[in-house]
């Protein structure tokens, strides 16, 4: 190579990174792709879901200071709905046992973590702000055991056809002496 082919080199690699600069973004902007499954009544269902699950979670960053075993068991809650938002994307059939749930105990509950959220932040030794911030903390782990039973409602017909897929796999193996 001649040095003219190492400036010709260096000015055309010159040349690209400027191009680069002004072609490529400065900054990396996450972009959310919305949740889609071609079931209009399960991507709105999960969207709500979605919705509510970032509410609660923002709530539970607001509670975590001054109460942090409240917010550790509104994280609790915060896991259970998420697993069984999973599990009716994987059984969208499912959808229907938890339309209560969806409909009445998911909003409620979001609405007593704001509420909790707001009477935390409050610097005052008000004996009504005590008493209801005590009440809704009672009421939140009624709402995580619910919940949890919820969860385990859903795979409660999953559970019985495993239950008898072995009972019959066991009969199989026993009639043609293989057990």
Request: net charge negative; no cysteine; proline share 3%.
């Amino acid at each position: 190579y001649t040095p003219l082919h190492l400036v010709i080199a260096a000015a055309l690699s010159a040349g690209a990174a400027l191009l680069v600069k002004k072609i490529v973004p400065k900054e990396t902007k996450l972009v959310e792709i919305p949740f889609y499954t071609g079931n209009n009544d399960l991507d709105e269902t999960v969207r709500a879901i979605n919705t509510s699950l970032t509410n609660l979670r923002t709530d539970s960053e607001k509670i975590g200071t001054a109460k942090p075993e409240t917010a550790a068991q509104l994280d609790n809650i915060i896991k259970t709905i998420g697993k069984i938002r999973d599990a009716i994307i994987e059984s969208p059939a499912d959808l229907q046992k938890i339309r209560r749930f969806l409909n009445y105990y998911l909003p409620v509950t979001e609405k007593l973590a704001g509420k909790y959220a707001l009477l935390t932040a409050q610097d005052s030794d008000s004996r009504n702000i005590r008493e209801t911030a005590a009440s809704i903390e009672g009421a939140l782990a009624q709402v995580d055991a619910s919940f949890v039973r919820q969860l385990d409602a859903l795979f409660a017909d999953d559970a019985l056809d495993i239950s008898t897929d072995i009972t019959v796999l066991e009969t199989l193996l026993a009639r043609e002496d293989l057990k």
